[in-house]
Every structure is written in structure tokens, then in C-alpha cells.
């Protein structure tokens, strides 16, 4: 199964990361006059990093990194709800998170010292990097004659 296809019932009436499906901005009718939106079922912790998916995707996607360890991924329907897909784990805080050009991986960055590579389509995740102190940051790189993932670290590598 996809967790990408177009129907799916593991998704159900309840998110997957154990909230309603209701945003709480709609059920407490709070004044928003910047029309924010806030996602459904939020990270336990502070959010360290957040990235849209590629224009190239026909549906919009959301992935964040957060202290708590996980990286989380949201559609973002056409009138600025959020529904809960999937979501990965890290031992340690996650800090940095990137699409792939085609979008149909993300990559991770944690404080565990590990960059992880999470296809989307399969939902397995991969340790694709190595260092000696946490992982800052993580960038996918398209160059004309090649494709890499780059890493910083604070072991100054």
C-alpha cells in the first residue's frame, strides 16, 4: 500500500498520530485574522524544521523535524486542511528535513548523528549517513551532471 494512493483506510476517522481530524482552531473558534492554519496532530515538541514538497507532486505535502524525535508528514488539501499520513522516528531530535527532487523521498538530519532517507512510497526509512556529533543539516542536491545528498555537521564535517 501506498501511503501516498488515493485511498486509504489506515487513516480513518482518527489521525494517525492520535488526534481528531479536526484542526483546533476550527472546534475552539479562535480569532485567526491571519487565516493560519494549524495541522492536525502537531509534533509533541518544538518544530526544528519544515519543508513543502515539490512543486512536481500533484498533491501537496508537508514534512517537519521535530524534538521529539520524529519527522511527520501532512497532505495539505486545497482549502488549507491537514490530514496526518505517516511518520518516522530518529533516536534523537531531528533537526533538519529535505525532499528529493522528484518527491518521493525525504531526508533527515538528527541529533542521534544519523541522516535517514524515507521513501515515501514503500514508507521504510534508511540510515545514508554517518558522523562523529549530531547532524545539523541536510540538502538534497540536483546538479546537472549528478545527484547528492549533503550533510553538516557539528563535528565540523
Known amino acids: 500500500m501506498s501511503i501516498f494512493g488515493q485511498t486509504s483506510t489506515a487513516f480513518g476517522g482518527t489521525s494517525v498520530f492520535g488526534?481528531?481530524?479536526?484542526?483546533?482552531?476550527?472546534?475552539?473558534?479562535?480569532?485567526?485574522?491571519?487565516?493560519?492554519?494549524?495541522?492536525?496532530?502537531?509534533?509533541?515538541?518544538?518544530?526544528?524544521s519544515m519543508a513543502?514538497?515539490?512543486a512536481t507532486l500533484p498533491t501537496t505535502f508537508l514534512?517537519?523535524?521535530?524534538w521529539d524525535n520524529n519527522v511527520r508528514c501532512w497532505q495539505i488539501e486545497q482549502n488549507g486542511q491537514t490530514i496526518p499520513k505517516a511518520e518516522q522516528k530518529h533516536t534523537g531530535p531531528v533537526l533538519d528535513?529535505?525532499?528529493s527532487d522528484d518527491g518521493t523521498k525525504v531526508f533527515s538530519a538528527s541529533?542521534?548523528?544519523?541522516?535517514?532517507?524515507?521513501?515515501?512510497n514503500s514508507n521504510q526509512c534508511i540510515q545514508v549517513a554517518q558522523h562523529d556529533a549530531p547532524i545539523k543539516t541536510v540538502h538534497w542536491v540536483k546538479a546537472p551532471a549528478y545527484t547528492c545528498l549533503m550533510t553538516g555537521s557539528w563535528d565540523k564535517t
Open 19 to 48: 488526534g481528531s481530524s479536526t484542526p483546533a482552531a476550527q472546534t475552539q473558534g479562535t480569532h485567526n485574522p491571519m487565516k493560519d492554519i494549524e495541522v492536525v496532530s502537531p509534533p509533541d515538541d518544538s518544530v526544528a
Open 52 to 54: 513543502f514538497s515539490p
Open 63 to 66: 514534512v517537519s523535524g521535530s
Open 97 to 99: 528535513v529535505c525532499w
Open 111 to 120: 541529533c542521534d548523528k544519523q541522516a535517514k532517507m524515507w521513501d515515501l
